[in-house]
T-cell receptor, first 112, second 116 residues
Framework: DAGVTQSPTHLIKTRGQHVTLRCSPISGHKSVSWYQQVLGQGPQFIFQYYEKEERGRGNFPDRFSARQFPNYSSELNVNALLLGDSALYLC???????????FGPGTRLTVL | AQKVTQAQTEISVVEKEDVTLDCVYETRDTTYYLFWYKQPPSGELVFLIRRNSFDEQNEISGRYSWNFQKSTSSFNFTITASQVVDSAVYFC?????????????FGTGTRLTVIP
């Protein structure tokens, strides 16, 4: 069975631009969560979605937004990119919200 | 507030040595999960184990074992007879089931290097 997939693998943007990251969950999983991992730190929670509804949001500015589609895939959008947004963005899926989360390979975003 | 502390930033051991990675957590919830994840250089977080707050039984899986003690709010991870393939960053994480979203709170990780 396929695991969590994310695209793109790497991305380079300049300050002020917008970016969209994509995630496909494990088949049968209905919850998707997004995390930001800055170099040398643990992942920080950004969003959690379940059945297309936002179930939780971490301490991130409104420049960050996300959505979940009927097929349970998800997008993370970041507007007006800042240098500090450079990080590894991880997507995780789980059967339900309070369940083990399985992670994808991540998207490494570099903002110049 | 929820918090996970991994005081060991980096550990180096020689192959075949045993190593214990420490994890201390804080939460006011009485129902929660604790996790360990492994992050190899490729970057993908690999799930290792989940423990329920009501289950303090220690667990062993091959060379891996976990010691959960609610009295000290600790959930330590021991690798027996370490191997070079164990080299990675290991994260301890907490998921609270009573308050807020059911997201993971991660520690800052412990980088384990196993020297051949």
């Amino acid at each position: 069975d396929a695991g969590v997939t994310q695209s793109p693998t790497h991305l380079i943007k300049t300050r002020g631009q917008h970016v969209t990251l994509r995630c496909s969950p494990i088949s049968g999983h209905k919850s998707v969560s997004w995390y930001q991992q800055v170099l040398g730190q643990g992942p920080q929670f950004i969003f959690q979605y379940y059945e297309k509804e936002e179930r939780g949001r971490g301490n991130f500015p409104d420049r960050f937004s996300a959505r979940q589609f009927p097929n349970y895939s998800s997008e993370l959008n970041v507007n007006a990119l800042l240098l500090g947004d450079s990080a590894l963005y991880l997507c995780a899926s789980s059967l339900r919200v309070a369940d083990t989360q399985y992670f994808g390979p991540g998207t490494r975003l570099t903002v110049l | 507030a929820q918090k996970v502390t991994q005081a060991q930033t980096e550990i180096s051991v020689v192959e075949k040595e045993d190593v214990t990675l420490d994890c201390v957590y804080e939460t006011r919830d009485t129902t929660y999960y604790l996790f360990w994840y492994k992050q190899p250089p490729s970057g993908e977080l690999v799930f290792l184990i989940r423990r329920n707050s009501f289950d303090e039984q220690n667990e062993i899986s091959g060379r891996y074992s976990w010691n959960f003690q609610k009295s000290t709010s600790s959930f330590n991870f021991t690798i027996t007879a370490s191997q070079v393939v164990d080299s990675a960053v290991y994260f301890c994480a907490l998921m609270c089931l009573q308050t807020g979203a059911n997201n993971l709170f991660f520690g800052t990780g412990t980088r384990l290097t196993v020297i051949p």
